[in-house]
């Protein structure tokens, strides 16, 4: 079959033996048919590349093969021939789902995890194989369809209910081959946030198909000057449309998903108050230096003009004397992506005589050193330094970001009108009490107030937690203790004292709440870890252990269930595992293979203690990039020949060069990146079952991975998957690259 974008629809109407749940949702299926009218008639997609799910009578003409029930089993197989016939030959893949969803908490990986339900669910009690959860659902179409990009629509409810099942059945996709392309982008956009009810008549479905069709300012430029509809800015439209219900859509690509055909043109109305059915007027359009004047008679006028940038300007004259325009009340330029009302009156004390508008409200930039803007629809730029103030700045929606040492640290995006100043403030410390301790003992530079915890590293602006152990914890495994003196201070374990040939793990993490933490090797319990003198929140334990392949539980009993993740223990190398608590969960953040400073692995590398904090810094970015399914590649101009000199991290931490190793393999079919990195990891002896993992994607007859990958993705793409899992697939934590389980060990006091 064909090369082409792919869709899946389920759209549930009917719960026919639902307890607790509503029987009944009018007008799911609706938005899945005008979704479906959407693929066929503006995207193309061939009818036969959609696969639909629905109880009810579908459009006509329809292929009957591509039409499932809406049961669980029924979506399941829709999936697998989906796979079956789209592995490798999707572009885009487009995913709508309308009908019911819940949260669901008990032991569930990931404490709330968003389900979706199949029309063939009971109750919460015993349903939970009637149900399929969105984090699998989407790993599930990356790691065996594959694409480009990746566009999931969901109207559902993601509200929390008590007594959940145990479980949600997992979809245990267990086949031979996966996609080769694994790194697309994906795009997400729920009808609602977390925890919260979707309203039955939100008006989402209706919301995104006209976005999609272009309307209003869901659409804008792209870099050659041609108009499409935007992800995020579609996003943005709907999320406007359907007010006061909030709207949750992440994304990681460009998005650039239907390019609306010339010709694009908004209606331009005029309206005079009060002007006679015969009073002539002048309407003057300015555009840059061009001005085009149109004359009308009577009240009111209208015409189309294109969306432009940097917009237009309009006056209206009778008798040559300029009309007061009473709104929009702005003086700014209007792009015309969405259609305006122009009003203008004759001021009392008669023509001429009015007093020119009063000026926009200033816009407060509150933020650290320079940032940038970028205007999402027009592409407009501008750079604004914290002491400034803003007056006129064009209404719409604006991407800020914060550039420190050539990274963008923090990045966000702001709505702004006409009619509200901007209060808008980078620098918001996160609620980490770690963070914060650790801060508060730093110097600051005085010209940003940002913490300097190092000449050799520049100001650090992420509030992340994860970062600053990550930084604490390597710097004291790759260079002596008293390399950094600002960082001397910190109680972080010194593995000075390691001799050759022993293997480590170093459990370091961060809490916001006052919950003794416990950890577990191998199922067997070991006892509480460590308070760091000094670092409020912050947890550790050093150990030592045989070398090889290990499962590691933490515990924080009275909240989520025990966290379970596989690790893998090295000669001469220390095992970072970093981890820190969000909301009610502890959540994996990082983990690290690295080599003892002082020992030969590290000797070897000759790494000066100038590059050792930038290394760890790179490595734990790495890490959030592969994360978030961006490019691997270091953002700072001066960490690039280091990165490079180390091979992409795999003579460093095998670990992360088997995330940069993964990443150039899912973007680049030949994987002739890839299988340099996998040279310079067979060369190591650290024996991660990850390598051969990497090794069975480019090569069938490589050795099979002897025990369980630690990335996620390598074991669903490896035979482990499903089947020779130390514990059951059901409780695989998605949504994360690690593997990952919870409650599989039972906590002290529990």
Not at 327 to 343: I, N, W
């Amino acid at each position: 079959m064909a090369s082409g974008p792919r869709a899946l629809i389920i759209a549930i109407e009917n719960y026919p033996g639902a307890q607790g749940l509503a029987a009944s949702l009018p007008g799911t299926v609706r938005g899945g048919l005008d979704f479906y009218g959407w693929l066929r008639d503006k995207k193309a997609v061939p009818a036969e590349n959609i696969h639909v799910c629905c109880n009810e009578a579908w459009t006509a003409g329809h292929p009957a093969n591509r039409i499932y029930a809406a049961k669980r089993d029924a979506i399941k197989d829709a999936i697998l021939d989906l796979i079956s016939e789209g592995q490798d030959k999707t572009t885009e893949f487009f995913c709508f789902f309308s009908g019911h969803g819940v949260a669901l908490r008990s032991d569930l990986p990931g404490g709330a995890v968003d389900v979706l339900v199949a029309s063939d669910f009971r109750n919460i009690q015993i349903s939970g194989d009637r149900c399929i959860r969105f984090d699998e659902l989407v790993d599930v179409i990356t790691v065996f369809v594959g694409g480009s990009d990746l566009y999931f629509f969901v109207d559902a409810c993601r509200n929390v209910l008590p007594n959940a099942a145990q479980k949600v059945a997992s979809l245990a996709i267990d086949l031979e081959n996966t996609a080769q392309l694994t790194r697309p982008n994906w795009y997400k956009l729920q009808s609602t946030v977390p925890g919260e009810v979707a309203a039955i008549h939100s008006g989402f479905s209706d919301a995104l198909l006209k976005g999609l069709n272009g309307a209003g300012r869901a659409k804008g430029f792209d870099e050659n000057g041609d108009i499409w509809v935007k992800f995020d800015l579609l996003a943005s439209y709907v999320k406007k449309e359907i007010r006061p219900q909030e709207t949750d859509g992440p994304q990681n690509g460009p998005g650039l998903m239907y390019q609306v055909p010339p010709p694009v043109e908004s209606e331009c109305k005029v309206h005079v108050e009060d002007a006679g059915a015969a009073e002539e007027f002048d309407f003057t359009i300015r555009l840059g230096i061009t001005r085009e004047t149109r004359k009308f008679t009577g009240p009111d006028f209208s015409l189309a003009l294109p969306p432009a940038t940097p917009g237009y300007r309009f006056e209206l004259r009778q008798g040559g004397a300029a009309l007061e325009q009473s709104a929009p009340a702005s003086t700014k330029p209007l792009d015309l992506f969405e259609p305006v009302v122009l009003k203008f009156r004759k001021s009392a004390g008669g023509l001429g005589s009015a007093s020119p508008p009063a000026p926009p409200p200033l816009r407060r930039l509150s933020a650290v050193g320079a940032v940038r803007m970028r205007n999402v629809a027009t592409g407009e730029r501008m750079t604004v330094h914290g002491s400034e103030e803003l007056g006129v700045v064009r209404s719409g929606r604006w991407s800020v970001e914060l550039p420190v040492d050539g990274r963008v640290v923090r990045k966000t995006v702001v709505d702004i009108d006409d009619d509200s100043p901007l209060d808008l403030d980078l620098d918001t410390r996160v609620a980490s009490r770690a963070a914060a301790s650790i801060e508060s003992q730093l110097p600051a530079n005085p010209g940003t107030g940002l913490p300097q915890p190092s000449e050799t590293l520049a100001d650090l602006a992420e509030r992340d937690p994860a970062m600053w152990l990550s930084l604490l914890a390597g710097s004291r495994v790759l260079a002596p203790r008293s390399t950094f003196s600002k960082l001397r201070k910190f109680e972080v374990a010194s593995f000075d004292d390691v001799g050759a040939g022993v293997s480590s793990v170093y459990l370091i993490g961060a809490i916001e709440s006052e919950q003794p933490l416990y950890y577990f090797l191998d199922e067997q319990y070991q006892g509480p870890l460590l308070g760091i003198e000094g670092i409020d929140g912050a947890h550790h334990i050093r150990v030592e252990n045989e070398t090889g392949a290990h499962l590691v539980s933490i515990a924080m009993p009275g909240t989520e269930p025990p966290l379970t993740f596989p690790t893998w223990l090295a000669p001469d190398r220390v095992t970072v595992a970093v981890f820190e608590q969000q909301g009610e969960r502890l959540e994996f953040a990082h983990q690290y293979l690295l080599p003892v400073h002082h020992l030969s692995a590290a000797q070897r590398l000759n790494i000066r203690p100038w590059e050792v904090l930038r290394i760890i810094r790179m490595l734990c970015t790495a890490q959030k990039q592969f994360r978030d399914g961006k490019v691997i590649r270091p953002g700072a101009r001066m960490d690039r020949p280091i990165w490079d000199r180390l091979t992409a991290a795999a003579r460093l931490d095998p670990i992360t060069g088997v995330m940069a190793a993964l990443d150039a393999l899912g973007r680049d079919r030949a994987g002739a990146k890839a299988r340099r990195s996998l040279a310079a990891l067979r060369k190591q002896d650290s024996a991660l079952p990850d390598v051969d993992a990497l090794a069975g994607l480019l090569d069938k007859e490589a050795p099979k991975p002897g025990s369980v990958p630690i990335l996620r993705e390598l074991l669903m793409r490896s035979p482990f998957y499903p089947k020779r899992l130390p514990y059951p697939a059901d409780r695989l934590e998605y949504g994360t690259p690690w593997t990952c389980w919870r409650g599989e060990v039972t906590a002290p006091g529990t």
